[in-house]
């Protein structure tokens, strides 16, 4: 399966654990997005990565957020002391430079 | 500044008709607009694209018209079928491996 592979598919969470989703990107894809659907709306940016760097964060809340894309291995969204409002589906896109970016079938996120 | 607007919200029509969804957008800078489609439970898969210099590209049975001076583009779905129906966004982006500001999405189910 060459596409964009996250996990898990889904995630439960209580208040205040943590949630680590990961993805892998498309092979040959050095770039790596991350998205979050709220029900029944569009995709929200939240940062874009590249191998090892931060390119664009804007989209991410100033607290409890963090990614990451290590130099081997999966990008990682790391979510802290999780509340209500996490809740929604997280997805990830790849590409390489220019090219389009292609998604993978997301992580839904719940909070009990 | 960086909003795009997608309508109508949700469509339903009859197997062969022709769907559209219009989206317009503020930011003079985006120079790529795609569509992507998305199945419940999956992620958005990329559907056709273009970019402000021509005005219509069709594939298959999908066709976008880009109206570079009103700022608005339109997703047309010749003879759609039951299979087509799906939501589907509209994005743009501004440079080259950047982040898609995404439409809020049309719900079109096609009857037979």
């Known amino acids: 399966n060459a596409g964009v592979m996250q996990n898990p598919r889904h995630l439960v969470r209580r208040r205040g654990q943590e949630a680590r989703l990961r993805c892998s990107p498309m092979?040959?894809?050095?770039?790596v997005y991350w998205y979050r659907q709220l029900p029944e709306e569009g995709l929200k940016f939240m940062v874009y990565?590249?191998?090892?760097?931060?390119?664009?964060e804007s989209g991410m809340p100033k607290e409890r957020f963090s990614a990451e894309f290590p130099k081997e291995g999966p990008s990682i969204l790391r979510i802290q002391q999780v509340v209500r409002g996490d809740s929604a589906a997280y997805f990830c896109a790849s590409s390489q430079g220019n090219q389009p970016q292609h998604f993978g079938d997301g992580t839904r996120l719940s909070i009990l | 500044q960086q909003q795009v607007k997608q309508s109508p919200q949700s469509l339903i029509v009859q197997k062969g008709g022709i769907p559209i969804i219009n989206c317009a957008y503020e930011?003079?800078?985006?120079?790529?607009f795609p569509w992507y489609q998305q199945f419940p439970g999956k992620g958005p898969a990329l559907l056709i694209a273009?970019?402000?210099?021509?005005s219509e590209k069709k594939e298959g049975r999908f066709t976008i018209s880009f109206n570079k001076s009103a700022k608005q583009f339109s997703l047309h779905i010749m003879d759609s079928q039951p299979g087509d129906s799906a939501t589907y966004f509209c994005a743009a982006t501004a440079g080259g491996g950047n982040k898609l500001t995404f439409g809020t999405g049309t719900q079109l189910k096609v009857e037979l």
């Open positions: 990565l590249q191998k090892e760097n931060i390119i664009d």
């Open positions: 273009i970019r402000p210099d021509v």
């Open positions: 092979k040959g894809h050095s770039h």
């Open positions: 930011n003079t800078a985006f120079d790529y």
